[in-house]
């Protein structure tokens, strides 16, 4: 008998079509109220078919059949098997094994081992410098924006804006600059879309521009405006 083979995350459905010929000298001579239910555990699963009606010993009979998990259900492999029944529940003998498993880790994509070339940015002379996305397979990158831990324009900075550009033709800038408070330095996010044929991803890189030569950035996790707000910038330029 086949088996059916999901890997799914609740509370996504799994669907499967299922084409069945039924015994050529059944209980009744005409079948009504055909579906697909499980047999054995776990019942709590909700199995949704089409059903059908008015079928005939010898007939091919077409269901549409979807699996919801429960909520409780853990993660790992859960097995069990599904027939035919008729409104009276006398089995048809389909007895097809369903193999599910409930996964829901999201499996790495290409995005998330993406690198910023450069990654660090020395030294800080307030100048734009072109940030590149490094992938380990060919990719079309759009750039979908930029943002830093740090005020556009703040104390100690040097007083410039914008921070982040992305230029017309995708290119990304970021400026070499960072507080000269603290040494925690200044992250940049960059969050970009690759795509290579049919797929596609997001992420994000980061890139540093430290305190001082000696060291690392540490990002705070905060979050200012980034580089599609460039006409916001100007605004917030103007207000000093
Ligand atoms: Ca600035």
């Known amino acids: 008998m086949p088996t059916w083979v999901a890997t ?9 079509n299922v084409i069945f010929t039924l015994p050529a000298a059944p209980p ?9 239910g499980t047999m054995d555990e776990p019942y709590r699963w909700s199995v949704f078919s089409s ?3 008015g079928a005939r010993p010898g007939d091919e009979v077409t269901f549409d059949v979807s699996i919801n998990p429960p909520s409780y259900a853990p993660e790992g492999l859960h097995t069990f098997n599904v027939d035919v029944f008729d409104e009276n529940e ?11 498993t409930i996964q829901c880790t999201v499996p790495p994509t290409p995005c998330d081992s993406a690198t910023a070339s450069p990654s660090v940015i020395w030294p800080v002379n307030h100048k734009m410098v072109q940030v590149g996305i490094e992938m380990t397979e060919p990719a079309t990158i759009a750039i979908l924006s930029i943002e830093q831990n740090e005020p556009v324009d703040d104390k100690g900075d040097g007083k410039t804006s914008p921070d982040g550009q992305i230029l017309e033709d995708g290119r990304a800038l970021i400026r070499a600059e960072r ?5 925690e330095g200044r992250t940049y996010r960059i969050k970009f879309e690759a795509s290579s044929g049919t797929d596609t991803c997001e992420g994000t890189v980061s890139v540093c521009v430290p305190h001082d030569r000696s060291r690392p950035c540490s ?3 905060r979050a200012f405006i980034d580089s599609t707000a460039v006409v916001l910038n100007r605004n917030l330029r103007s207000n000093h």
């Open 28 to 36: 009744e001579k005409e079948i009504n109220g055909l579906y697909v």
């Open 51 to 53: 059903t059908v009606d």
């Open 219 to 221: 990002d705070n996790g």
């Open 179 to 183: 507080s000269g408070i603290g040494t």
């Open 90 to 100: 006398i089995a048809y003998g389909l007895n097809i094994r369903a193999e599910i």
């Open 8 to 16: 799914l995350c609740y509370p996504e459905r799994f669907t499967q």
